[in-house]
């Protein structure tokens, strides 16, 4: 399986943007860059999804290097809501079926403080 | 438009006493479904996953076991809990392959005791 490589935990201040990195140096030409945000006592949530081009939705936009193998999150102004472990996966074609369907394993993530 | 819903949302089980949880999808059909454990300050690990009615693939060794009776319907389930099965449980399910996001379930704290 492809692994992401995260920073432990990062701190931001409150309305100032958040630059969230993360590494995937063995990514695959059809590997899809996933992020997903966990808040304390809850489910992960999806938050943005990018093959080759940059993203933008209405939670974040997401940096994809040239050469694809390291991508940006950025939350444009963190707020003290966005504090969670945001998680970078990759998500593979690999066998009809079962292979997709495998490609959802989360590492340990980013731990994000919003300092007010 | 679809919703999961997993429960209990809390369980406190005595050691050696059965287990079984239930996640049920709705307003999808042939959902991939995973099951998720996460002990406390820890990531989320996989504990198995299934991609049809009856399919069920384990990535872990473990005191646990899953099944899928129905399309939409997956439980997780243990004869006799160990005190290491103390945890949060997450459902989760997905359509398609990687272009396709995933979503979670509110989960399921559990405690052995």
């Known amino acids: 399986d492809a692994k992401t490589t995260q920073p432990n935990s990062m701190e931001s201040n409150e309305e100032e943007p958040v630059h969230l990195p993360c590494n995937h140096s063995?990514?695959?030409?059809?590997?899809?860059i996933h992020w997903y945000r966990q808040l304390p006592s809850q489910g992960p949530e999806y938050v943005i999804h990018?093959?080759?081009s940059n993203v933008n939705n209405r939670m974040a936009s997401l940096a994809i290097a040239e050469d694809r193998k390291s991508s940006t999150l950025i939350l444009h102004r963190a707020t003290l809501r966005d504090a969670a472990v945001y998680y970078c996966?990759?998500?593979?074609?690999?066998?009809?079926?079962?292979?997709?369907?495998?490609?959802?394993?989360f590492g340990s993530g980013t731990q994000l403080t919003v300092l007010p | 438009s679809q919703t999961i819903h997993q429960w209990p949302a809390t369980l406190v089980q005595p050691v050696g006493s059965p287990l079984s949880l239930e996640c049920t999808v709705e307003?999808?059909?042939?959902?991939?479904l995973y099951w998720y454990r996460q002990a406390a300050g820890r990531g989320l690990q996989l504990l198995f996953y299934?991609?049809?009615?009856?399919?069920i693939s384990s990535e872990v060794p473990q005191n646990l076991s899953a099944s899928r009776p129905q399309d939409r319907q997956f439980i997780l389930s243990s004869k006799k809990l160990l005190l290491s099965d103390s945890g949060f449980y997450l459902c989760?399910?997905?359509?398609?392959?990687?272009?396709?996001?995933?979503?979670f379930g509110q989960g399921t704290r559990l405690t052995v005791v």
């Open positions: 990018g093959l080759t």
């Open positions: 989760a399910w997905s359509v398609g392959g990687m272009n396709t996001e995933a979503f």
């Open positions: 307003g999808t059909s042939n959902p991939n």
């Open positions: 299934s991609v049809g009615i009856g399919q």
């Open positions: 063995t990514i695959s030409g059809t590997d899809y």
């Open positions: 996966i990759l998500r593979s074609r690999g066998v009809l079926g079962s292979g997709s369907a495998r490609q959802l394993t």
